[in-house]
């Protein structure tokens, strides 16, 4: 079945260092890739996402990159701020007669000021 | 702004009580999700629904049943309610359609502790 594997689990960072968070799918049919950021308190928010036809994306700060024949894909923050700390989740989407969409397990990211 | 809200962020029931978590979303979308969300395993879906007196079960339906009878709400219910149903619930909707991916929109989350 669609599995998705997150690493690592906890993440501390200096503010203004960079942190990647890295995610290992199993169903090549994916084609969608959508990273989530849950803020303490909150529902997860979309912040970014990847389509299996482009290897990778840069919103800003944030960016992703996607390797299909390896099935990685990974989120890279840059110059961290303290407002990044918060879970994320990284997930996989098939289309089938929804969208069904398998997360990863998170990440804690911490950026210490 | 896309809406989504939850009757409840906080709720204590005890073992066999009946629980009824509701979600109202404002956007007009045509599915809906309930998903758990427990502590180094993500979020899993327990149940969805594509329209209105529609569901489908998702990865962990057992113990769990859901109500759509309008568009804009959908409820998840515990029948018998049991401790390890104590979790994080979150509910989010999204529109469907057939050439491109949507994102989920979700609530702030119920926390739901069963004793």
């Known amino acids: 079945g669609e599995n998705v594997e997150q690493h690592p689990s906890t993440l501390s960072v200096q503010e203004g260092d960079s942190a990647v968070i890295k995610c290992t799918y199993s169903?090549?049919?994916?084609?969608?890739f959508p990273w989530y950021k849950q803020e303490l308190g909150k529902g997860p928010q979309l912040i970014i996402d990847?389509?299996?036809?482009?290897g990778e994306k840069k919103d800003q700060r944030i960016a992703v990159t996607l390797n299909k024949t390896a099935k990685h894909f990974s989120l890279h923050i840059t110059e961290t701020q303290p407002e990044d700390s918060a879970v994320y989740f990284c997930a996989e989407a098939l289309k089938t007669s929804y969208d069904k969409v398998i997360f990863g397990p998170g990440t804690s990211l911490s950026v210490i000021p | 702004d896309v809406k989504v809200t939850q009757s409840s962020r906080y709720l204590v029931k005890r073992t066999g009580e009946k629980v009824f978590l509701e979600c109202v979303q404002d956007m007009d979308h045509e599915n809906m999700f309930w998903y758990r969300q427990d502590p180094g395993l993500g979020l899993r879906l327990i149940y969805f629904?594509?329209?209105?007196?529609?569901?489908e079960k998702g990865d962990i339906p057992e113990g769990y049943s859901v109500s759509r009878e309008k568009k804009e709400r959908f409820s998840l219910i515990l029948e018998s309610a049991s401790t390890n149903q104590t979790s994080m619930y979150l509910c989010a909707s999204t529109n469907w359609t057939s050439g491109s991916y949507n994102e989920q929109f979700f609530g702030p989350g119920t926390r739901l502790t069963v004793l």
């Open positions: 169903d090549s049919a994916s084609n969608y």
């Open positions: 629904s594509y329209d209105v007196k529609m569901k």
């Open positions: 990847i389509r299996s036809n482009v």
